[in-house]
């Protein structure tokens, strides 16, 4: 699950910014059965846990992103998102 949470959240990243360069920061971390993946980047500003799918898509990888994981936690600090979620 955390490899999958990780590749959404990047694809995610990519798409927003449309091949524009970007950096990203990622940190991983495990607290007892938990593991804790973090994400910065300096892309546009995209908060995962406003996100409304589209009609015409079954599925789409923030709605995998939210059922696969436990919490997700979105902030937008010196022109950073910085998303943080639990697997």
């Not at 950096?23 to 995962?48: C, H, L, Q, W, Y």
């Not at 015409?56 to 979105?74: A, E, F, P, R, V």
């Amino acid at each position: 699950r955390v490899g999958v949470a990780l590749e959404e959240m990047i694809i995610n990243i990519e798409k927003i910014n449309s091949g524009k360069k970007i950096d990203v920061d990622v940190r991983i971390k495990s607290e007892g059965e938990k593991i804790i993946v973090a994400i910065r980047d300096n892309g546009k500003s995209f908060n995962p846990l406003e996100y409304q799918p589209q009609e015409n898509y079954k599925t789409d990888g923030i709605t995998i992103l939210k059922s696969i994981t436990k919490n997700i936690q979105y902030s937008r600090t010196l022109s950073l998102n910085q998303t943080v979620i639990e697997v």
